[in-house]
């Protein structure tokens, strides 16, 4: 089916340069792909094709082509482009190679140009790196100066409906006696982090977690990228800004979390810990906001304990290791782990209650 399609792009792309050749001037022709004059010369060439060829010519030019099927499919939670002819997708927790593929270097680049721009993804040579989104996905592109050959995509599906705790524990995710205890965590108010792997389930479990507020309580959200559901009306979320052009100033995460002290937060929330916001975080437990959380990225408890002492450091790299140290037992209370198995299966591994502060450091045992 590959060779069929590539075969008739070919000959569609010779009609329309014919076309172009016999209208009104070859360049003003192609700069004007989504004109009507563009469309009945790319239909009239695609006449004697089969309807299956046709609606696949026709999204390489007007929508996204070989992605258009993939977009569709609400199973499909991750798209992976590396190149033209190099498309991958998540489906189920399993990496699988699309069959599929671009059908030129020029309509890959015209495709990742129509997502930039309905993204609102800026992505310049001086910026080489950027994030949008695009409908219900979360769009990352990297430029080819960073990759040395083609533009890389990604596209990550935000779930349409939030998950709970008791879709968690339906689909295998968590026993009934470890879905009681995160249900006593967040009735005690207690402090956490929640810990895994890239793709491991850490945002899906704090959206769950967040559906167990009452309707009066308010949590304030704080992300670089929207991604978490805020659970009831009274709920805040503010996310972070970055001007790739240089024009606005950038607002972080520990500027946010200053300005959420000011709004009245029962619980904080924040999606994900990775610099000198750690040390802001912990400031703001240990001052009484119980029943707050966020994530970070590590394997076990003792990989995020030791993590998280070097971004406070990061944050006051006056203090030594000692006052990090205490800082982290007074503020938190326990380590949620989740992961991602080898056969791609999301699951929770457990609760880690943080008991003491010893010479050694801290110990920790599971619940």
Not at 46 to 75: C, I, M, S, V, W
Not at 255 to 266: E, K, T, V, Y
Not at 303 to 308: G, H, N, S, V
Request: contains cysteine.
């Amino acid at each position: 089916m590959i060779e069929q399609f590539q075969e008739a792009f070919a000959k569609t792309q010779q009609h329309l340069r014919e076309a172009a050749d016999r209208g009104y001037g070859h360049e003003e022709f192609w700069r004007t792909q989504n004109s009507e004059k563009f469309r009945e010369a790319l239909e009239f060439s695609l006449r004697t094709e089969a309807p299956e060829t046709q609606k696949r010519l026709l999204a390489e030019y007007f929508t996204y082509g070989p992605l258009d099927h993939l977009l569709a499919d609400e199973n499909i939670t991750e798209i992976l482009v590396n190149g033209p002819q190099s498309i991958w997708f998540e489906k189920e927790g399993r990496l699988q190679k699309h069959e599929d593929l671009f059908l030129s270097d020029a309509s890959y680049n015209n495709t990742l140009h129509r997502l930039c721009e309905k993204s609102q993804c800026q992505s310049t040579v001086e910026h080489p790196a950027a994030t949008g989104f695009f409908e219900e996905f979360r769009l990352t592109l990297v430029r080819q100066e960073l990759t040395r050959n083609h533009h890389h995509l990604s596209l990550r599906r935000h779930p349409k409906n939030p998950w709970t705790l008791e879709r968690l524990l339906d689909c295998g995710w968590a026993s009934e006696s470890e879905i009681q205890v995160l249900r006593d965590l967040m009735k005690r108010q207690q402090n956490f982090l929640i810990v895994g792997s890239t793709g491991s389930g850490k945002t899906s479990l704090i959206n769950a977690l967040l559906q167990t507020l009452s309707a009066n309580e308010r949590a304030i959200v704080i992300e670089d990228t929207p991604e978490i559901e805020l659970p009831n009306p009274s709920c805040m979320k503010m996310v972070t800004r970055e001007d790739p052009q240089g024009v606005l100033k950038s607002v972080t995460q520990s500027d946010l979390l200053r300005h959420s002290l000011r709004l009245r937060p029962d619980r904080i929330v924040m999606g994900e810990i990775r610099g000198t916001e750690a040390k802001d975080l912990l400031m703001a437990l240990a001052t009484g906001h119980g029943g707050s959380f966020g994530t970070l990225h590590a394997s076990d408890p003792r990989q995020a304990l030791i993590r998280l002492e070097m971004l406070i450091q990061m944050g006051a790299p006056q203090w030594n290791l000692q006052a990090v140290r205490r800082l982290i037992h007074l503020s938190l209370d326990c380590i949620l782990v989740v992961e991602k198995t080898s056969e791609g299966k999301r699951k929770f591994q457990g609760t880690y209650k943080i008991c003491s502060l010893e010479e050694n450091g801290f110990l920790v045992e599971k619940i």
